[in-house]
């Protein structure tokens, strides 16, 4: 995990990459409970036998699984000391690239797009998070995420 002791110390790094968090499996029981907590309950995610004659010749996990990582994601990937508390704002674009196969290892990469200034005491961090699975050469997910960070 990169640590920062504040802000002010990424501002050089707009444009640059801030490392990567660490790896996530997620198996069949992860994606059986994504599943059920969301209502979708589609073949392709839940049924390995018929995922297996299907389209990718096996399950493959939600997208939006893979999106609900980026906290993990966040949270082993970098900190920033001088922040009590951080918020998610939310996204300004998502794109599934690839499937994510049941039984993968994921993490994500991370580059810091721009910090933004924001009424209540907060910066806005705008983040690229390139999401790769373990032996996969293009990433499975790239989103920007806005986070608001409070000191």
């Known amino acids: 995990m990169r640590i920062f002791d504040t802000l002010a110390d990424m501002q050089a790094l707009i444009g640059q990459p801030l490392g990567h968090s660490d790896w996530i499996s997620v198996d069949q029981p992860r994606v059986n409970a994504f599943a059920e907590a969301t209502e979708d309950r ?10 297996k004659a299907g389209p990718f010749g096996g399950p ?7 999106l609900s990582l980026i906290p ?4 082993t990937g970098f900190a920033v000391r001088e922040t009590r508390m951080v918020v998610n ?4 674009k998502v ?3 690839a499937p994510v196969p049941v039984g ?12 933004d200034e924001v009424a209540g005491g907060a910066m806005q961090l705008t983040v690229e998070v390139a999401v790769e699975a373990e032996g996969i ?8 995420s806005l986070a608001r960070h409070y000191r």
């Open 42 to 51: 589609q073949w392709i995610h839940v049924d390995p036998e018929r995922a």
């Open 60 to 66: 493959i996990a939600h997208g939006f699984l893979t």
């Open 72 to 75: 993990y994601f966040f949270e």
């Open 89 to 92: 704002y939310g996204l300004n």
């Open 95 to 97: 794109r599934f690239t």
């Open 104 to 115: 993968s290892r994921l993490r994500a990469a991370f580059r810091l797009l721009a910090m």
């Open 137 to 144: 050469a293009k990433p499975v997910c790239i989103a920007e």
